[in-house]
């Protein structure tokens, strides 16, 4: 099992391939990693209604700990481009899905 996986509970993530499909209820794009549940490492929800949005994928979940542990816990949603994500959850909503990159693409937003 993953135990690293709660402390990512509560950070803001925007994803790419979310621009074209926002929450379906409120229009955000914005998801909140939420608590694992059975082989998943961490459930997503909206940011705004709480709309379950998808499913955080380990390898995305790993890069995310990586950087906060060496970035510190951000105080803007951070934005992922990645095809992986995509697929993970392609029977959910995010259906886009473009193998351009083979890794992790994290940019960390700034005003
Ligand atoms: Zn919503």
Known sequence: MINDAPLLAGLRI???RMKDVPCGVCGQMVVVVGQAAGP???SL????CDRHR??????IADFLLETISRFGWPTEAITIRNPE??????TALWVHARSQSQHPELVMKRN
């Open 45 to 48: 929800h909206c940011a705004t």
């Open 85 to 90: 994500f995509a697929q993970a959850n392609a």
């Open 40 to 42: 998943h490492v961490a």
């Open 14 to 16: 925007q994803l790419e």
């Open 54 to 59: 998808g499913w955080l994928p380990k390898t």
